[in-house]
């Protein structure tokens, strides 16, 4: 996978396009970076549902764009959604998903994004679990407000270095920069 | 055996089909939710067909004829990807289901093959021991009679339910 992830100035807003690369060594990446999800040999018995039908001039595998503060912009291979996030006070947020393709679609490219939205929203093999790690994490802070932890992610690896990767922290470091500036704290 | 005791014996023939197929059909939801509740979960796609289609939609697109929901599968194959995938990567909360259903309407369309409806309500239990109504709506099925017994063709589960609570991994 190769990615190309571009922040706003004020680090707030974001584009990340992953490209599909090939893999002849069966995701040895993951392996040998012990990627704790990685699984070997773990292998789909439809795996329709990931063909990527070429519809743009690059073919991006996956496409996310989070526009500060509530609205993230996505494609994962041809399932094209927008997300909405409406925050409920400080313990409960909603996310609102629209689905779309375009009114030119064939009947099989329809059935076809129908399909991929089994990748994507509260039952998404990809997204799943994003709200259920937002849940984990409220629930560790919620009842530690005078606690502090920190993770130092990759703070010593330059921001430059990190540009290529899909696990980099340099952009959620933007961001927190931007949301702080945001809220003069 | 006169005229009118042979009409009342048919008639009688007729109703204990129905309640015959009645039960048959009652029998099947029934199996069907036992095993997701008991976590029998890899038995869930032996139900159905091997073209089945089993959705689970919410009513507030389906109302708007809207085609889209949160789980599609096109075919076994992608039932049991499901059940690979919940068992092997997908990473949620522990949870129980109890399902409750009510209300099964038949319609039959010839003699192997049954459209029918009824009420469900999800109740979910979290490891905190909270009980919540997690699903409220309505399945929509279409039955076949095949050599192994009677098989989900299509299951369309539509849930009335505005929210899905943190997320879906379990079928309904």
Known sequence: ?185 | MSKVSQLGEMLMNTTIEQMMLWYEMQRLQERYVSVIDANRLEEWPDLFTEDCVYEIVPKENTDLNLAIGVMHCFGRAMLSDRITSLRKANVFELHIYRHLISGLELAPLDTDTVEMQSNYVVVQTLTDGESHVYQAGRYFDRVIRTAQGWRYQRKRAVYDTSRVRTLLVTPV
């Open chain 1, 1 to 185: 996978m190769q990615y190309e992830i571009v922040s706003s100035d004020n680090g707030l807003h974001m584009s990340l396009m992953a490209f599909n690369t090939e893999d002849p060594s069966g995701g040895a990446a993951y392996r040998d970076n012990k990627v704790s999800s990685f699984k070997e040999g773990l292998r789909l018995e439809d795996p329709s549902i990931l063909t990527n039908v070429k519809e743009f001039d690059e073919v991006v595998n996956t496409y996310i764009q989070p526009i500060f503060p509530q609205l993230v912009v996505t494609q994962i291979q041809n399932s094209l959604a927008v997300r909405q996030l409406l925050p409920k006070g400080p313990a409960n947020y909603e996310l609102v998903f629209y689905f779309f393709g375009y009114a030119d679609d064939t009947p099989e490219m329809r059935m076809h994004r129908i399909k991929q939205a089994n990748l994507v929203g509260p039952a998404g093999f990809v997204s799943m679990e994003d709200t259920f790690a937002t849940e984990l994490i409220q629930s560790a802070i919620a009842h530690s407000g005078d606690a502090l932890s920190m993770a130092d992610m990759g703070r010593d690896v330059s921001d430059n270095q990190q540009i290529g990767s899909g696990i980099a922290d340099s952009h959620v470091r933007g961001f927190r920069r931007g949301y702080q500036k945001l809220m003069g704290l």
